[in-house]
């Protein structure tokens, strides 16, 4: 996760720059794996029906 003090285009822009020159951007923007259907009873009924 990544939390950005301030949610402007130009510091969105600099933080990611940031991880590119640093060589973190691959760490920071890992992709994890769907949650398996035998653990969905640990989260909370509807946790994973969602509307865009």
């Keep these: 996760m990544v ?3 301030i949610a402007s285009r130009e ?6 720059e ?4 640093n060589g ?3 760490s ?3 992709r994890y794996p769907d949650e398996e259907v035998e653990d969905a009873n640990l989260y ?3 946790f994973f029906s ?3």
Excluded: N, S
């Design 50 to 52: 969602y509307k865009l």
């Design 24 to 26: 973190e951007f691959e």
């Design 18 to 21: 940031y991880f590119l020159d």
């Design 11 to 16: 510091r969105i822009v600099e933080v990611i």
């Design 28 to 30: 920071v923007f890992t």
């Design 3 to 5: 939390l950005i003090d």
């Design 44 to 46: 909370p009924k509807g």
